[in-house]
T-cell receptor, first 114, second 113 residues
Framework: KAGVTQTPRYLIKTRGQQVTLSCSPI?????VSWYQQTPGQGLQFLFE???????NKGNFPGRFSGRQFSNSRSEMNVSTLELGDSALYLC?????????????FGQGTRLTVV | GENVEQHPSTLSVQEGDSAVIKCTYS??????FPWYKQELGKGPQLIID?????GEKKDQRIAVTLNKTAKHFSLHITETQPEDSAVYFC????????????FGAGTRLAVHP
């Protein structure tokens, strides 16, 4: 069974640009969550989608947005990139959108803003 | 608010020794406590988890204990091996948070041959 797939693996963008990251969850998983990982702030929750609906959102500015498609694939977008957005962006998928469900992570997308 | 404290931040042991990592959480409504291992260049890998109705869970050399009264849980690795070297994260899921996980800051474990 294929794991969580994130594309691209690496990305370099210029300050002010926007970027879109993609996540394909494990087959059958309908919940997708996104996290930002930085050395200073650790792993921080961005948002979670289930059945194409955002159910929860972390404390990030409105420049960070996401969506989920009918096949459960998800994308996240960051507009007007800032240097501080440089991070590893991780996607996690879960079987059903319930509490206490195991979350499986992808390899992440390493975003560098210059 | 939602908070998970993890200690120690770094841990160095000799191969064959045991390693213990401890986490404390703030929300008494938390009911799911996973542990993740992250190797360099990879995403976090779920290694073991425990739910609030269980006090201890074991999987070969790995065990997790939960004390809901004191609001802390711990990861125990016995007979450590060099391949156990990685960063370990504890996490908790709060009520009403759906699949939102709150992570500890991580523990860098080094196992020396």
């Amino acid at each position: 069974k294929a794991g969580v797939t994130q594309t691209p693996r690496y990305l370099i963008k210029t300050r002010g640009q926007q970027v879109t990251l993609s996540c394909s969850p494990i087959s059958g998983h309908r919940s997708v969550s996104w996290y930002q990982q930085t050395p200073g702030q650790g792993l921080q929750f961005l948002f979670e989608y289930f059945s194409e609906t955002q159910r929860n959102k972390g404390n990030f500015p409105g420049r960070f947005s996401g969506r989920q498609f009918s096949n459960s694939r998800s994308e996240m977008n960051v507009s007007t990139l800032e240097l501080g957005d440089s991070a590893l962006y991780l996607c996690a998928s879960s079987w059903v959108g319930q509490l206490n469900t195991e979350a499986f992570f992808g390899q992440g997308t390493r975003l560098t803003v210059v | 608010g939602e908070n998970v404290e993890q200690h120690p931040s770094t841990l160095s042991v000799q191969e064959g020794d045991s390693a213990v990592i401890k986490c404390t959480y703030s929300d008494s409504a938390s009911n799911y406590f996973p542990w993740y291992k992250q190797e360099l260049g990879k995403g976090p890998q779920l290694i073991i988890d425990i739910r609030s109705n269980v006090g201890e869970k074991k999987d070969q050399r790995i065990a997790v204990t939960l004390n809901k009264t004191a609001k802390h849980f711990s990861l125990h690795i016995t007979e450590t091996q060099p391949e156990d070297s990685a960063v370990y994260f504890c996490a908790t899921q709060f009520s009403g948070g759906y699949n939102k996980l709150i992570f500890g800051a991580g523990t860098r474990l080094a196992v020396h041959p």
